[in-house]
């Protein structure tokens, strides 16, 4: 995929804030020394690390040079890492490990979150929170918008970009044998948005991209945005007060390394 687009992200911030302020309240680290925000994008989860634990050294990661410029902007004081989140390994354990709505776009996580749990210091916690929304009517359209004609052919293999993560009963049965404890939760937000050109817009910053990235800045962008534009609007109907609810599902880890004995 091209980079993103930090002004485009920023648009719902607030609406993208809320669910990284939930996992950050769960997570038991009173006084952290290294904390890593892993797939930072453009600073608003790692702004919420640095208030909580102002004299814990926060580092942001994110492979993205456009989010970078923009969270270093934000956070002068933060060093910010350009780095893919796959192979990124700390030079010495980490006391919290948090990843706001990043690891959706990493595979294999049988693998990876091991990996990451075992990057603690003692007593350390692995915080996560991903969308859950592949099977929602907004992820849906995206893949049979994309396999209609004249989409199908640019569009083959955007949908696998971004790979189905694992259910609840799965990401406690591979951690709690490696954790101390683990804590698994599911949240539905369900925000109010003005209309299905507000979703789709919401959608361009996130999921929409790989099938965007595809189709450049021409006509079938714009064919491919009216066409997913309709069946927003005939998924998403308006309440009396004009707004469409989007519902948004979204996953919550957090799990604790064992204290040193």
Not at 136 to 148: C, F, G, L, T, Y
Request: glycine share 8%; charged share 25%.
């Amino acid at each position: 995929m091209g980079d993103w687009d930090p002004a485009l992200y920023r648009r719902y911030e607030d609406e993208r804030t809320r669910p990284a302020r939930d996992l950050l309240a769960r997570v038991p680290n009173e006084a952290p020394r290294r904390v890593v925000d892993l797939g930072c994008g453009p600073g608003n989860s790692t702004e919420l690390l640095v208030a909580r634990w102002p004299q814990a050294e926060v580092i942001g990661v994110d492979n993205s040079p456009g989010m970078l410029a923009s969270a270093r902007e934000r956070l002068p004081r933060v060093s910010f890492v350009q780095a893919d989140i796959a192979a990124w390994q700390p030079p010495e354990p980490v006391d919290v490990l948090y990843a706001n709505a990043a690891l959706q776009w990493v595979g294999d996580h049988r693998r990876l979150l091991p990996r990451l749990l075992a990057q603690l210091a003692p007593g350390g916690a692995l915080a996560v929170q991903m969308p859950d929304n592949l099977e929602e009517p907004s992820h849906r359209a995206m893949r049979e918008v994309a396999a209609r004609p004249p989409f199908a052919g640019a569009l083959a293999g955007a949908a696998g970009e971004r790979s189905p993560i694992l259910g609840a009963d799965a990401y406690y049965a591979l951690l709690a044998p490696l954790a101390a404890s683990v804590d698994v939760w599911r949240t539905t937000y369900h925000h109010p948005m003005s209309s299905p050109a507000a979703i789709v817009e919401w959608l361009r910053g996130t999921g929409l991209r790989p099938f965007l990235d595809r189709l450049g800045s021409g006509a079938a962008r714009a064919d491919y945005l009216a066409a997913y534009e309709r069946r927003i609007d005939a998924a998403y109907p308006a309440h009396g007060d004009g707004k469409r609810l989007l519902a948004f599902p979204r996953l919550f880890i957090v799990a604790r390394a064992a204290a040193q004995s």
